[in-house]
């Protein structure tokens, strides 16, 4: 056991960590993150994009041709280890990079990859993926809006949800129903579709924390070539789950409040004139989180190092969102209780407003991406092998599933 | 980076599951409770033949010399199938004392015949029925004789010998006694797992033998239990494992309303549950593995985040195995009591729950000082 990089790991976060010290600066602890989506953060998130592009970083795990470096996964690891060390700006990309282009990469054509990986991983074209519906959250096979063919194009009306970026997206992913009489899995395919198509029009959601980085997203009459079908008709579910798939790979640890914040807070708080770390509550809770922390933390570890061995990591990695978003509320909450009344006011205290931040923030992460609900269903049947529970859905016309409103 | 076992760690691990595999380990365990035997002999002896009992002794004393990773990955085993032997007393608490503390004459004569089996060790510490600080020892030693009683000392019954914590006019002293002398009464005490029974210790100037400083006992003791707390999470990491599997493994074959009652929700949720706190647990056990190995001083925060999880870990997974066994999980005929029973003996030697998760945010207090 030990924590050493192999000397050519070592070598290449060397060649990272220099790269970075020329182009970025390291994180000072004071946070300045524009707020997401403002113009001025989305300038800054480009110009950062089409500097790693220039220099290999973007998408350094895609072929050479793309723009890449075709680095290992543990080379790309040791990279946003690197990375998340500066202040740069984040969270425009990560669903078009993370997500967008292994589907693009896997179902496009030649020309097509040729035209649009490039632009994606320079970020000149930032993507979007167009899945939940109104009534397709957690089941999002219930998706309803409609294709219907007419010669070499397609005709979609309906309406998607939870987008993130929409507002500034030029392209999209998009699965939606061709034909309802087929069993629900069967009856989807697949597209990639120009967001500044005709009858489309893109309505920001107001978020429980006051912000908008998710939307509504409408199609009336919405046309699409065929040639932007992404794997076969019928396909759909099949495309969208590898998408899935890399989505669970993309969301991650919780970023926000942690045990190292709450332990700060609590060594300087008052708690009826000591110290909120004398008290005993306090001090259980902040054991627990410290397990959590650095049980997922160390759980990567594990990851890694399979990954650094050439091996198939295990499916360890399947517990961390759960316990990040939960540990992500608890400790908000942790945070406002010890300021007792005083807890509900705003404040200029980069503390006060980390607790929360992340106390509004916490209930998203535990929906997006797979709720909790969701991701026990999935370590318990991928992972540990249950039975899928008995399904209303299964061998039944689409048009004929119940949905409570007829 | 590689906070992972070597292929020869994990080729040890494989070969003593095979082993209690065979010797049918669990069932085993069943018999001691229903003997009221207290260890299994038989399946002990078979362990100091493979040479379990010497793997951390260094080979000037014909032991193995190996490290502690191959005691965590056997510790692992000996959880996962209940072993119902003094392993955790003999192993990881005495024989790491005799090692780290002991004079070269008392290593040269113990640590041989803990090899060969003809010592077995543990350690006594609790004298009331509350938690055992360096305040409230009260045994006593003398001119080197100590009187004065212990309780609740796991597997005394068999040992031959005892580290005794005691106090004197210096201060706290770890004391090597041997069971055989007159003043030494070695009496079972009745404890909620049978399978590993427990013993008061009383002493009437019974003679012994100064192991480690005469005044800083404590800190010893406190330091021996960094490194057991290591040892103890792997075989309750072992316990937490074998629990999800036998709740898995029932959730698959049991049907209830026409369907195996793995399909529902409210089972998977709670089995995920269980697979979450375990990863966490195994997580932790892994770098306080590498702590303990690499003498970090990082040992004393790693040991208590790597005991909090697993005790965690085992508790909640004993006990919801045996929730998901409905009323068959509350019979002595299933399994699911025993593991249920070793999660609290393992949980409570050493130490409980709240003391380590005192002893990991006091320690985080520490080297945030530094």
Redesign the interface.
């Known amino acids: 056991?030990?924590?050493?990089?192999s000397p050519e790991?070592a070598e290449f976060r060397k060649t990272c960590r220099k790269w970075l010290e020329g182009n970025a600066e390291l994180n000072s602890g004071a946070s300045r993150e524009d707020s997401f989506g403002s113009s001025k953060h989305l300038e800054a998130a480009k110009q950062w994009q089409k500097k790693k592009y220039a220099a290999g970083w973007a998408m350094l795990h895609w072929p050479k041709s793309y723009g890449g470096i075709e680095a290992s996964p543990?080379e790309r690891i040791i990279w946003s280890e690197e990375e998340s060390k500066f202040n740069v700006p984040r969270g425009i990309y990560e669903i078009g990079l993370g997500m967008c282009g292994p589907v693009m990469m896997q179902y496009a054509s030649e020309d097509q990859k040729s035209r649009f990986l490039p632009p994606m991983a320079e970020g000149k074209e930032i993507w979007c993926q167009l899945f939940s519906e109104p009534s397709a959250g957690s089941d999002v096979a219930g998706l309803r809006s409609k294709a219907v063919q007419d010669g070499d194009k397609w005709i979609v009306n309906g309406q998607k949800v939870w987008t993130s970026g929409a507002q500034f997206c030029d392209y999209g992913i998009l699965v939606v129903r061709h034909d309802a009489n087929l069993d629900k899995h069967k009856g989807m395919t697949f597209f990639f579709v120009d967001m500044k198509s005709p009858g489309i029009e893109v309505k920001p959601i107001k978020q429980i924390t006051g912000g908008s980085s998710f939307n509504e997203v409408y199609f009336n009459d919405v046309v699409i070539p065929d040639s932007q079908r992404l794997g076969e008709i019928g396909d759909g579910w099949k495309v969208a789950i590898t998408t899935l798939m890399n989505e669970r790979l993309a969301v991650g640890d919780a970023s926000g409040a942690d045990v190292e914040d709450a332990?700060r807070w609590a060594?300087n708080q008052d708690d009826s004139g000591e110290p909120l770390?004398n008290n005993k509550a306090a001090?259980?809770s902040?054991?627990?989180w410290?397990?959590?922390a650095?049980?997922?933390?160390?759980?990567k570890?594990?990851t890694?190092?399979?990954l650094?061995?050439g091996e198939t990591p295990g499916p360890?990695a399947s517990?961390t969102k759960?316990?990040s978003a939960n540990k992500l509320q608890n400790i908000g909450n942790f945070g406002i209780d010890s300021l007792d009344m005083a807890g509900m006011l705003k404040s200029e205290d980069p503390d006060i407003k980390n607790f929360q931040g992340s106390w509004l923030g916490a209930p998203g992460l535990r929906i997006a991406g797979g709720t909790d609900?969701i991701?026990?269903?999935i370590?318990?049947?991928r992972?540990?092998?249950?039975?899928?529970?008995?399904r209303a859905d299964k061998g039944v016309a689409f048009k004929d599933i119940p949905t409570g409103n007829s | 980076m590689n906070l992972d076992f070597s292929n020869d760690q994990k080729f040890l691990q494989e070969e003593a599951r095979k082993f209690l595999e065979k010797e049918n380990s669990i069932n085993r365990n069943r018999g001691v409770l229903d003997s009221g035997h207290n260890t299994d002999t038989e399946l002990w002896n078979k362990i100091v033949d493979l040479g379990w009992t010497g793997i951390r002794i260094p080979e000037e004393y014909g032991g193995l010399g190996l490290t502690h990773l191959e005691l965590c990955v056997i510790a692992e085993e000996l959880g996962r199938f209940l072993a119902p032997v003094p392993f955790s007393s003999s192993v990881y608490l005495f024989t790491e004392a005799i090692i780290k503390y002991a004079s070269e004459d008392i290593k040269q004569d113990i640590l041989p015949k803990l090899i060969s089996g003809e010592v077995i060790g543990t350690l006594a510490v609790t004298e009331e029925f509350c938690a055992p600080t360096a305040a409230n020892i009260k045994t006593e030693v003398s001119n080197n004789l100590i009187s004065g009683k212990k309780i609740a000392v796991p597997d005394a019954g068999i040992a031959t010998h005892s580290i005794i914590v005691t106090k004197s006019d210096a201060g706290i002293s770890l004391q090597l006694i041997n069971h055989s002398l007159d003043e030494v009464v070695v009496t079972h005490q009745e404890n909620i797992d049978e399978s590993r029974g427990h013993f008061s210790i009383t002493l009437d100037k019974a003679p012994c033998t100064l192991v480690g400083d005469a005044s800083n006992g404590w800190d010893l003791f406190e330091s021996l239990m960094d490194q057991a707390a290591v040892l103890f999470s792997f075989e309750q990491l072992g316990g937490s494992q074998a629990s999800l599997d036998m709740a898995v493994g029932y959730a698959k074959e049991r049907y209830a309303f026409g369907r195996p009652i793995g399909s529902f929700q409210a089972i998977k949720h709670k089995l995920a549950d269980m697979y979450i706190a375990l990863t966490l647990a195994k997580s932790n056990c892994y770098y306080a593995a590498w702590a303990l190995t690499s003498d970090s001083s990082d040992l004393p925060t790693a040991a208590a985040t790597a005991r909090v999880s697993s005790t965690k870990a085992y508790q909640f997974c004993s006990k919801e195995n045996i929730q998901t066994h409905g009323g068959n999980g509350f019979t002595w005929e299933y399994d699911c009591h025993m593991f249920y029973r070793r999660s609290k003996l393992l949980s409570v030697n050493i130490g409980s729950l709240g003391k380590w998760k005192e002893k990991l945010v006091s320690s985080l207090e520490q080297s945030n000082k530094n």
């Open positions: 056991m030990d924590f050493n990089d790991q543990i332990f060594k770390i001090r259980d902040i054991a627990d410290y397990c959590e650095n049980g997922l933390k160390n759980t570890l594990r890694m190092s399979a650094s061995k360890e517990i759960v316990v609900e991701l026990r269903n370590i318990a049947e992972v540990l092998g249950l039975p899928q529970d008995q």
